[in-house]
T-cell receptor
Framework: EAGVAQSPRYKIIEKRQSVAFWCNPI?????LYWYQQILGQGPKLLIQFQNNGVVDDSQLPKDRFSAERLKGVDSTLKIQPAKLEDSAVYLC??????????????FGEGSRLTVL | GEDVEQSLFLSVREGDSSVINCTYTDSSSTYLYWYKQEPGAGLQLLTYIFSNMDMKQDQRLTVLLNKKDKHLSLRIADTQTGDSAIYFC?????????????FGKGTHLIIQP
């Protein structure tokens, strides 16, 4: 079974530029999450989708971050304009609608963003 | 609000047991998890425990939950060099993928030969 796919793996941009990250979840997983992991910290939830609807985006900085999951499958996360403090690894995760018995989230390898 | 605390580093000798501790603040947490992150990789679920359990054992892993003190621990028996990673404690109010997890900052497990 293919895992969660993310691209690009690495991105270096200058502040005020824009960037987009793409995620393809595990087939059949209705729930998709974007997490931000700043160096030395644990992942912080940015946004959660169920199918193509947003469940929780309370911690998404909406003045510069946006995310969509138009067809309920893959998703994109965009940052425009980027700030220095956006340097982080952006992790995508997916799960079954109710996570089965474990509530397990399956994570991709992440997209590492460096803002100069 | 939700908050999960962990110590940042743990150093153990190869072959010894490792005990990684975590405290959480939300007594409504129903599911508690341990995830492992190796360098350059995403997080991988190691084990989990429901709030109505006190202990769970899975091969070399033992999870202990003290609900009164809101304390969770992960014991790794016979620690090997392959166990070197960052271990994250995480909590969920509803589990089952219905809400996102809240993670601690992670504990770096360092294995000494």
């Amino acid at each position: 079974e293919a895992g969660v796919a993310q691209s690009p793996r690495y991105k270096i941009i200058e502040k005020r530029q824009s960037v987009a990250f793409w995620c393809n979840p595990i087939s059949g997983h209705a729930t998709l999450y974007w997490y931000q992991q700043i160096l030395g910290q644990g992942p912080k939830l940015l946004i959660q989708f169920q199918n193509n609807g947003v469940v929780d985006d309370s911690q998404l900085p909406k003045d510069r971050f946006s995310a969509e999951r138009l067809k309920g499958v893959d998703s994109t996360l965009k940052i425009q304009p980027a700030k220095l403090e956006d340097s982080a690894v952006y992790l995508c995760a997916s799960s079954l609608l109710w996570g089965g018995n474990t509530g397990e989230l399956f994570f991709g390898e992440g997209s590492r963003l460096t803002v100069l | 609000g939700e908050d999960v605390e962990q110590s940042l580093f743990l150093s153990v000798r190869e072959g010894d047991s490792s005990v990684i501790n975590c405290t959480y603040t939300d007594s409504s947490s129903t599911y508690l998890y341990w995830y492992k992150q190796e360098p350059g990789a995403g997080l991988q679920l190691l084990t989990y425990i429901f709030s109505n359990m006190d202990m769970k054992q899975d091969q070399r892993l033992t999870v202990l939950l003290n609900k009164k003190d809101k304390h969770l621990s992960l014991r790794i028996a016979d620690t090997q060099t392959g166990d070197s990673a960052i271990y994250f404690c995480a909590e969920s109010l509803s589990g089952g993928g219905a809400d996102g997890l809240t993670f601690g900052k992670g504990t770096h497990l360092i294995i000494q030969p």
